[in-house]
């Protein structure tokens, strides 16, 4: 007899399934690999328990998403820590990242963390003036936390971001049951140690599902997955208001003559930072044949 259940972490073949009452460690049936199906945390499943006491995964139920840079599923929002201490972020990292949540149907919540040790206030309006929802938060003085809080409250959240922005630290303060581990950040390189290995599904005490992700660095967000150049522009919320309004149908938003988001660029109503990364995300994604996009989309071992 079959149950099913969610998929909360997956380490060394095994995938931790809850059902609600236990969490049973299952091994994927011949069929999943033999259909090149790999599943995520945050996957909704049939398994059947064996004797032993452990399972066979037998079926994925259809996703709402899936992300394979952070590997999960069924994601209501991403949550993308960033910080303007050390490590400071580079706004290309989340925008990269906010682009794919886009593409997915799934909502961003942009997080700065870190703002006892620095103003992040001029990144944060980057964000918020794009229509994100944006905090300013500090893991070390608990600023913020309680909004951070409110914010994922009712939804499975993924957090991400590159490493040592203090992801861990966070959850730790949002539920101190964890006890997560937390790295130093390096001060010659201006990054932290990765202390979280794999994704996790963590259930939070008041019963929200957090993904706690190991962090990114620059060469790993250059290999996200990501859109088709011509829709790309989609993925930037603050180019909505101006799509149809360019002079050419096909306008890509780059250098084009009568383009409504140039022109809404240079009238300030488009962060430059944005603008930039979209052109730096359309190039990537103009590079990439069709045929190695469908191939990673079917393999995502490639990712």
């Known amino acids: 007899m079959t149950s099913e259940g969610i998929i909360m972490k997956a380490l060394s073949g095994f995938y931790y399934v809850d059902d609600g009452q236990t969490v049973t460690a299952c091994r994927g049936r011949g069929k999943l690999r033999r259909d090149k199906v790999t599943p995520l945390v945050g996957d909704r499943v049939r398994f059947t328990p064996l004797e032993n006491g452990s399972g066979a995964l037998e079926e994925i139920l259809p996703r709402k998403n899936e992300f394979f840079r952070p590997a999960v599923a069924n994601i209501d929002q ?159 919320r603050e180019f909505a208001p101006y799509l149809d309004k360019c002079r050419f149908q096909d306008c890509a938003h780059v250098k084009e003559k009568g383009c409504a988001v140039l022109e809404a660029l240079a009238q300030g109503k488009i962060q430059p930072t944005r603008h930039q990364s979209y052109v730096r995300l359309y190039q990537q994604a103009k590079a990439v044949p069709d045929w190695e996009r469908r191939k990673n989309q079917q393999d995502p071992s490639m990712k």
Request: with cysteine; net charge negative.
């Open 78 to 236: 991403l949550v993308v820590i960033a910080s303007q201490a050390i490590p400071v972020t580079d706004p290309f990292l989340i925008d990269r990242v906010a682009a794919i949540a886009e593409s997915r149907g799934c909502d961003v919540v942009v997080c700065v963390n870190k703002c006892d040790l620095a103003d992040g206030e001029p990144l944060a309006a980057i964000y918020r003036t794009a229509g994100f929802r944006t905090l300013m938060v500090s893991a070390e003085t608990g600023e913020g936390m309680e909004e951070l809080r409110q914010a994922i409250t009712g939804k499975v959240s993924a957090f991400t971001g590159n490493s040592g922005v203090g992801k861990s630290s966070i959850l730790n303060v949002l539920d101190p049951q964890f006890a997560l581990a937390t790295g130093d950040v390096s001060q010659k390189l201006g990054r932290g140690r990765h202390t979280t290995r794999h994704v996790e599904l963590l259930r939070l005490s008041c019963g929200t599902l957090v993904a706690d992700t190991p962090g990114f660095s620059s060469f790993d967000v250059d290999r996200m997955e990501l859109a088709r150049a011509e829709d790309l522009q989609y993925a930037f």
